[in-house]
């Protein structure tokens, strides 16, 4: 009977791990990793999701305000086993489109824009981070595995 509960729950099940390589560029528009999958006891998955999320924040103290955007979604529907102690691997290429703001468009325009856009961010402390988040779907399993993972886009 525990071993049945710990299965739902996903204890001892398959965990998920996200490896994402440096130096990837945001204007590629594309990211690439692998998802590595092992388990301790043997598993169904029956899809993967995989997130690009952007946290925008700007403003300071008590003005900080902060939102998040979805840049783009890759589905993994393939099924396969995840027998114990082997790790599975698994590809994925994220296509996306950055979210580029009026300050963004208008410093692209020449060098002195751009200089001026750079002290405007600065200025209203605006920042962007990104992170991956990846969800397995596991056959029997109430609580999905998942992963996170900060990314550097340059």
Do not use: C
């Not at 204890?11 to 998920?16: A, D, R, T, Y």
């Not at 998040?68 to 396969?80: K, M, Q, S």
């Not at 200025?123 to 993972?149: C, I, T, W």
């Amino acid at each position: 009977m525990i071993g049945k509960v710990k299965q739902w729950l996903g204890i001892e099940g398959v965990k998920l791990v996200v490896d994402i390589p440096e130096g990837q560029a945001l204007a590629n528009e594309s990211l690439h990793g692998t998802l590595h999958l092992q388990s301790m006891n043997p598993q169904t998955v029956t899809g993967i999701r995989v997130v690009l999320i952007e946290r925008y924040s700007r403003g300071r103290g008590e003005e900080r305000l902060v939102d998040e955007y979805e840049l783009g979604r890759a589905e993994l529907n393939e099924v396969f086993d995840v027998e114990p102690d082997t790790v599975v691997e698994r590809s994925f290429k994220l296509s996306f489109e950055p979210l580029r703001s009026e300050v963004d468009n208008w410093g692209d325009r020449n060098i002195l824009n751009r200089q001026f856009a750079k002290a405007a961010r600065w200025m209203r402390n605006a920042e962007s981070q990104y992170r991956v988040e990846a969800e397995a779907k596991v056959k029997g399993v109430a609580l999905n595995p998942f992963d996170k993972k900060v990314v550097e886009l340059s």
